[in-house]
Nanobody, 129 residues
Framework: QFQLVESGGDLVQPGGSLRLSCAAS????????IGWFRQAPGKEREEISCIRNSGRATNYLDSVKGRFFISRDDTLNTVYLQMYNLEPEDTAIYYC??????????????????????WGQGTQVTVSS
């Protein structure tokens, strides 16, 4: 069974940092493209970042560029989203997802969400003073 489990979400003050984890079971993360997304209440889902099976990463969301960084630890079969200088606007549920069909999910300019067929349950990030 293919499964992704996110963790690391928390309540943090503006300017704080968090590292989200996305752990996989049933498959090896470095064989596939993995993406991070987020969705705030009443808003559409946003594409944040993707790390390809090659290890090349692309950030897509302008509002987090220079603050959020995706990485992968192959020994732990885990993908991370390191977030710095958090803002109240970053409050959302954060999800990771895997493209197990090896489609063109991580483009140069956007993520093709339709190719991400395996999703985690999400982890809540709340940025508030």
């Amino acid at each position: 069974q293919f499964q992704l489990v996110e963790s690391g979400g928390d309540l943090v003050q503006p300017g704080g940092s968090l590292r989200l984890s996305c752990a996989a079971s049933g498959f090896t993360l470095d064989d596939y493209n993995i993406g991070w997304f987020r969705q705030a209440p009443g808003k559409e889902r946003e594409e944040i970042s993707c790390i390809r099976n090659s290890g090349r990463a692309t950030n897509y969301l302008d509002s987090v560029k220079g603050r959020f960084f995706i990485s992968r630890d192959d020994t732990l079969n885990t993908v991370y989203l390191q977030m710095y200088n958090l803002e109240p606007e970053d409050t959302a549920i954060y999800y990771c997802a895997a493209d197990l069909e090896r489609g063109p999910s991580c483009g140069d300019h956007r993520m093709m969400s339709a190719f991400f067929g395996t999703w985690g349950q999400g982890t809540q990030v709340t940025v508030s003073s």
